[in-house]
């Protein structure tokens, strides 16, 4: 892939992402958060089902099993992507389209700092002034008054909180069993059950 490729396709990624806080606003005036995560979570599962079983067949071929260790890290990414799924879903009940997608975009410099956090991983300079850029434009959504932030722009501030977890978990599972799709439809599974029971 050349790099025009690469950067047409996370432009058209950043699109659907941008788009989907629309639909997860329009979709609360007739459903619930939890059954729209469930739902949501399942049709993704088996979307990314058929890659994941074969992944899991390439795997038992190359005689490599998933240890204990893999099942659990697979279920702890899960019920953070539940966790953060749920919470911004009811938080985008509370707060703006516009304010629900700015403050979930707190996880990106939080995934670097809770990597140094948890793995020692020393982040790149660029994190802190692209922290502190955060923090400058959620206080100008608030109208440069922090009272001006609802409860739900609180519920989405967590989410993004979980969000990072999940994206740092992502990482260690992928690089563990070497199977992306797997821990995907794992993922996925366990966050619509989590969303529909």
Not at 10 to 17: D, E, G, P, S
Not at 40 to 52: D, E, I
Not at 111 to 122: D, G, I, S, T, W
Not at 150 to 164: N, P
Request: glycine content about 12%; aromatic content about 12%; some cysteine.
């Amino acid at each position: 892939m050349t790099r025009w490729q690469a950067n047409a396709v996370i432009v058209f990624v950043a699109l659907i992402w941008g788009t989907t806080f629309v639909v997860q606003h329009t979709s609360m005036e007739n459903i619930g958060p939890q059954y729209f995560t469930g739902v949501r979570f399942l049709l993704g599962t088996l979307a990314v089902l058929p890659f994941a079983l074969r992944e899991l067949r390439k795997l038992g071929r190359a005689g490599r099993r998933l240890d204990r260790v893999d099942i659990l890290g697979m279920v702890a990414t899960g019920i953070s992507m539940y966790l953060a799924s749920i919470f911004q879903q009811i938080g985008i009940m509370g707060t703006t389209v516009t304010n629900a997608a700015f403050l979930t975009a707190f996880y990106v410099p939080a995934v670097p700092v809770l990597a140094y956090v948890v793995f020692r991983n020393r982040p790149h300079w660029s994190v802190w002034p692209g922290g502190a850029m955060c923090v400058y434009g959620t206080y100008l959504l608030s109208g440069g008054d922090l009272s001006g932030l609802g409860t739900g722009d609180f519920w989405v501030m967590g989410s993004a909180l979980f969000w990072a977890v999940q994206v740092v978990m992502i990482g260690v599972m992928v690089t563990r069993t070497n199977a992306p799709a797997l821990v995907a439809a794992t993922q996925f599974f366990i966050t619509g059950i989590l969303g529909m029971a």
